[in-house]
């Protein structure tokens, strides 16, 4: 653990109008726009709602938010801060500092939901299982090895693993208890890093297939398999740790389709085609809506019966360059 | 329609007059530098025409009745419910201003992340509702082999029931 962090070789004044990739500029707006802070969802609100939920309940919600923190100190302090010295331009470097910092906010947004909701000792209690939760340590081991190997490329798989597919056995929570209308301004903040991972995953796992372009390739086959080993054996430990999560509650295989549904976008955030197959990731309709009300394939007209199809209405839009 | 010709751009030679690309292809995709929405095309394998990717470049001109697909980058919106700005992708936009282009449209299909929320596959709504025209289907990122199939049959048989309206 003496290891210094790696640091970039040279330094030259970033120049924001001299552009070598476009999507280094689309992403830091994006993740600009996208910015919030904890303290402007009112998590006050969800106390009656918590008062409602048996102790076990609590201490699963509890249990899983510690998780999730870890994920998110581990790609605030280690991972996004990783991926700088690789990267191939002044503004990529720039965008994985805001990637930095919004994962501490996040890890900072589940503490505003601890000393919203519950007491000081229940909040030791879940941060200590979280040291002590050998499958929960392990995909932290597992990511943090990457992060710290030689590879650049598969520093970027193990990176966007962690933002696409690893953080999602926590997130199926309060998007159940938000379908169940509990702890639905805690679900709303959630959301709001469900979003930001997604624009991190996707921003990631281009640069990945940016740096493949450069590489021969028996190599690019190489990482291939590499990406869906390691997928695989993350995934082995997520199921176990989506047991000792959940079987109390009786979710658990609910969880597992979640997973599923999940590692298939992080495989293609990554450019690889999805792994499993519909019927394994069917996930539970409600908690799909939670997700996204547009998510309801009965709008699209393939998918419907097409006759009780109907076009909208109401569509607030701003852009000023429509000419009609 | 047309099918097999697998993703070949569908460009006509450009027209003598001003210069703009002019396509037969019955479906007309945007897709940005990070290409998933391309990729989702290639697998459908049918005649397709690739929108420029900068709006900088003439706009191209549809010869024939299309689906659009485009995809939604989320984060377009200030904060959760607000108005969505800049949703629909520039070049879309300046496609679409096309008189044209917009009489042409009959179909469109949106690519996204449903981690976006509210903002899943929006520009596809908005247009659909600008140009008073379906949503056919949604998807994620580069779609499954599941979408493929059902992006395919699903415009075979829309063409063919597109056909045998009255004119």
Known sequence: ?324 | MTLGMAHSTGFAPASAGDGQPETDASLIYFSSASGYTRRFVEKLGIRAAQLPLHTSQPTLLALRPYVLLLPTYGGTAASPGAAARGAVPKQVIKFLNHEGNRSLIRGVIGAGNTNFGDSYCLAADIIAVKCQVPVLYRFELMGTSEDVAKVNEGLEKFWTHQSQKPA
């Open chain 1, 1 to 324: 653990m003496t290891e210094k962090l790696k640091l970039i070789d040279g330094v030259e004044a970033i120049n924001w109008n001299r552009i070598q990739d476009e999507k280094d500029v689309e992403v830091w707006n994006r993740l600009v726009n996208n910015f919030w802070l904890p303290e402007k969802v009112p998590l006050s609100n969800d106390v009656q709602s918590w008062a409602t939920l048996t102790p076990d309940e609590q201490q699963l919600t509890m249990r899983v938010f510690t998780g999730l923190t870890l994920l998110d100190t581990m790609q605030a302090t280690i991972g996004a801060v990783s991926l700088i010295p690789d990267a191939l331009t002044p503004h990529e470097e720039a965008v994985y500092t805001n990637i930095a910092f919004m994962e501490s906010v996040h890890a900072k947004s589940y503490s505003s939901i601890f000393s919203t909701l519950a007491s000081t000792k229940e909040i030791d209690e879940a941060f200590r299982w979280s040291t002590e939760n050998p499958h929960l340590q392990k995909k932290a081991r597992i990511i943090t090895d990457y992060y710290r190997g030689d590879d650049p490329l598969k520093r970027k798989v193990a990176s966007t693993l962690l933002e696409s597919f690893l953080f999602y056995s926590g997130f199926y929570l309060p998007m159940y208890w938000s379908s169940r209308a509990k702890l639905t301004n805690t679900a709303d903040l959630v959301r709001l890093i469900i979003r930001d991972e997604a624009v991190h995953g996707y921003y990631i796992g281009y640069k990945y297939q940016r740096g493949l372009e450069t590489i021969p390739e028996e190599r690019r086959q190489e990482l291939k398999d590499y990406t869906y080993e390691l997928l695989f054996e993350l995934y082995e430990n997520e199921v176990q740790y989506t047991h000792d999560l959940y079987d109390g509650v009786g979710l658990a295989e609910d969880v597992k389709k979640f997973l599923h549904y999940n590692a298939n976008k992080a495989l293609m955030n990554l450019g690889y085609e999805a792994m499993f197959p519909s019927t394994l990731t069917d996930v539970n309709p409600a908690i799909l809506s939670a997700l996204s009300p547009n998510a309801d394939e009965n709008h699209d007209f393939f998918s419907g019966s097409g006759s009780s199809y109907v076009i909208g209405k109401a569509v607030n839009t701003e852009d000023d360059d429509w000419d009609f």
